[in-house]
Nanobody, 113 residues
Framework: QLQASGGGLVQPGGSLRLSCATS????????IGWFRQAPGKEREGVSCISGADGTTYYGDSVKGRFTISSNSAKIAVYLQMNSLKPEDTAVYYC????????WGQGTQVTVSS
């Protein structure tokens, strides 16, 4: 099970930190990813981290602004989002892909002045 949280309304240039809490499975056997979907657009991969070795990936649109990490107990994954832009506005979902495939419920991020 995945529980995403941390979304909200922020001004352009601001920051938010999303959290994806996991339960019921061992993070080391999964890649945890953040995806987003804006109205009228396809779901887009934002970032992911390997639970096995911590390797990270970022989409071109967020490189240098977003940072993905996991906590030391490896039961949560975070997405630190800095220098937010209006085009980052979307519902953000976390996904665990490995032995199984699981999705969180989504959290709304709105970047607007």
């Amino acid at each position: 099970q995945l529980q995403a949280s941390g979304g909200g309304l922020v001004q352009p240039g601001g920051s938010l930190r999303l959290s994806c809490a996991t339960s019921g499975f061992t993070l080391a056997y999964y890649a945890i990813g953040w995806f987003r979907q804006a109205p009228g657009k396809e779901r887009e991969g934002v970032s992911c981290i390997s639970g096995a070795d911590g390797t990270t990936y970022y989409g071109d649109s967020v490189k240098g602004r977003f940072t993905i990490s996991s906590n030391s107990a490896k039961i949560a994954v975070y997405l630190q989002m800095n220098s937010l832009k209006p085009e980052d506005t979307a519902v953000y979902y976390c996904n665990a892909n490995g032995v199984g495939d699981y999705w969180g419920q989504g959290t709304q991020v709105t970047v607007s002045s």
